[in-house]
C-alpha cells in the first residue's frame, strides 16, 4: 500500500458526459500528479500540482482539468467524454518536485462507452 | 519533449537466470532516471533509481546502468523468482515530470 488512495476504483460512462476522478496524496506530501495508462500510449503525464498550485503540464486535453485544494487532495475533471478516453488514469505524490519518489495509486478505470 | 523507448516489450526468463531490459532515452538533459514494477491491478512501484553523476547502482538482486553518452540505460535482474513477473517501466526526467518508456513484460518461467 502506497498510501495513496483513489477513487472511484472503476467508472463507466457515456460519451459526452463529465466524470471527476479524486485522489487524496500520502500524508506530508505536498505533489500530487496525474498519468493517463493506455494500452498503445503507455504512461502519459497529464499535470502536477504542488502544495495548490500547477507546477507542471503534460499532454492533458483541453477537456481534461484539475486542481488541488487546501488540504492538499486533487481532482481531474473530464468532460466531453470520447471513447478514446477509456484508460487508466493515475495520480502519484511526492514529499517535493524534482527528484523525489513519486508513490502510484491503484489507479481509477474509466469506460466510456 | 522527451522520447523514452524501452525494449524488449516481452521478455521470458527460466527463473533462476537474469533479465536485462534497456531503454533509450532522447533529451541529453534529463538526468534522473526511475525504474517502474507495475503488478497486476496495482499502480507502477519504484525499484530503483539513478542520477546522471552515477553509472550503476546496485540493490540486492536489482542493478542499473546508465550510459549518458550513448544515452541509454537498463535494468538487470539476477536470480529471477516467480514475483519478479510484473510489467516494469523505465523513465527520464530532467525537473519533475517523468517521461515512460511503454512498458516490458518479464515473465518468470519457474
Known amino acids: 500500500d502506497s498510501g495513496v488512495t483513489q477513487t472511484p476504483k472503476h467508472l463507466i460512462t457515456a460519451t459526452g458526459q463529465r466524470v471527476t476522478l479524486r485522489c487524496s496524496p500520502r500524508s506530508g506530501d505536498l505533489s500530487v500528479y496525474w498519468y493517463q495508462q493506455s494500452l498503445d500510449q503507455g504512461l502519459q503525464f497529464l499535470i502536477q500540482y504542488y502544495n495548490g498550485e500547477e507546477r507542471a503540464k503534460g499532454n492533458i486535453l483541453e477537456r481534461f482539468s484539475a486542481q488541488q485544494f487546501p488540504d492538499l487532495h486533487s481532482e481531474l475533471n473530464l468532460s466531453s467524454l470520447e471513447l478514446g478516453d477509456s484508460a487508466l488514469y493515475f495520480c502519484a505524490s511526492s514529499v517535493g518536485t524534482g527528484w523525489d519518489e513519486q508513490f502510484f495509486g491503484p489507479g481509477t478505470r474509466l469506460t466510456v462507452l | 519533449g522527451e522520447n523514452v523507448e524501452q525494449h524488449p516489450s516481452t521478455l521470458s526468463v527460466q527463473e533462476g537466470d537474469s533479465a536485462v531490459i534497456k531503454c533509450t532515452y532522447s533529451?541529453?538533459?534529463?538526468?534522473?532516471f526511475p525504474w517502474y514494477k507495475q503488478e497486476l491491478g496495482k499502480g507502477p512501484q519504484l525499484i530503483i533509481d539513478?542520477?546522471?553523476?552515477?553509472g550503476e547502482k546496485k540493490d540486492q538482486r536489482i542493478a542499473v546502468t546508465l550510459n549518458k553518452t550513448a544515452k541509454h540505460f537498463s535494468l538487470h535482474i539476477t536470480e529471477t523468482q516467480p514475483e519478479d513477473s510484473a510489467v516494469y517501466f523505465c523513465?527520464?526526467?530532467?525537473?519533475?515530470?517523468?517521461?515512460f518508456g511503454k512498458g516490458n513484460q518479464v515473465v518468470v518461467i519457474p
Open positions: 523513465a527520464a526526467s530532467k525537473r519533475d515530470r517523468l517521461a
Open positions: 539513478i542520477r546522471s553523476n552515477v
Open positions: 533529451d541529453s538533459a534529463s538526468n534522473y
